[in-house]
């Protein structure tokens, strides 16, 4: 049962150009959404967050947009950067599960000179 | 400020036999949360502590187990490991526990690779 899915696994853009990662949930309970970036060989890092109250945030080149309706949820990344090539994954909490995140399958990101 | 330690780095075990993993979380992080990352997967909740209590499990068999001790270093192990266990086992820590405000943000470790045979 994945409750929340990246149905791209890979996406490839052009340096400069606008990134835009996508994710669907399942769970209407989800009430906390937030992006982490993961290179090879290290662990998750934290990029962006959402709480359901809101349907953008920014925070310089990462937007985060969240549309309930559709339990959809973007990640732009304006200008994309080479630096910016890694895989990103979604996930979702609940605000009765403390610190339990349920994460979507990821994103491989490629940002081609 | 050292950030969160796992050791092993990279392990191979052969099925049946069990395995310890540990995590040091940042000084002075009560709460460490673990994860499993397999290729079919993704990330998938194993468990959280905070204060050495778990308060969140996930829909893990009994063969995953972990413990905090009280200067907040977690360990998990895996009993009759499976082929399947086989996978990238992440740690994770946070001040106060939680996914909400800078005070729960968690911080990953490197992880460790566990490799059956």
């Known amino acids: 049962d994945q409750q929340v899915k990246q149905n791209s696994p890979s996406l490839s853009v052009q340096e400069g150009r606008i990134s835009i990662l996508n994710c669907d949930y399942t769970?209407?309970?989800?009430?906390?959404f937030l992006w982490y970036k993961k290179y090879p060989a290290e662990g998750p890092t934290f990029l962006i967050s959402?709480?359901?109250?809101?349907d953008k945030n920014e925070d310089g080149r990462f937007t985060v947009f969240l549309n309930k309706s559709a339990k959809h949820l973007s990640l732009h990344i304006v200008p994309s950067q080479p630096g910016d090539s890694a895989v990103y994954f979604c996930?979702?909490?609940?605000?009765?599960?403390?610190?339990?995140?349920?994460f979507g399958q990821g994103t491989e990101l490629s940002v081609k000179p | 400020k050292a950030g969160v330690t796992q050791t092993p780095r990279y392990l191979i075990k052969t099925r049946g036999q069990q395995v310890t993993l540990s995590c040091s979380p940042i000084?002075?992080?009560?709460?460490v949360s673990w994860y499993q990352q397999t290729p079919g997967q993704g990330l998938q909740f194993l468990f959280e502590?905070?204060?050495?209590?778990?308060?969140n499990k996930g829909n893990f068999p009994g063969r995953f187990s972990g413990r905090q001790f009280s200067n907040s270093r977690s360990e998990m192990n895996v009993s009759t490991l499976e082929l399947g266990d086989s996978a990238l086992y992440l740690c994770?820590?946070?001040?106060?526990?939680?996914?909400?405000?800078?005070?729960?943000?968690?911080?990953f470790g490197s992880g460790t690779r566990l490799t059956v045979v």
């Open positions: 994770a820590s946070s001040l106060t526990g939680g996914v909400r405000g800078t005070t729960t943000l968690n911080t």
């Open positions: 769970n209407s309970m989800f009430d906390y």
């Open positions: 000084s002075g992080h009560r709460s």
């Open positions: 959402i709480s359901s109250i809101k």
């Open positions: 502590y905070f204060s050495e209590t778990q308060r």
């Open positions: 996930a979702a909490s609940t605000w009765n599960q403390g610190g339990k995140l349920i």
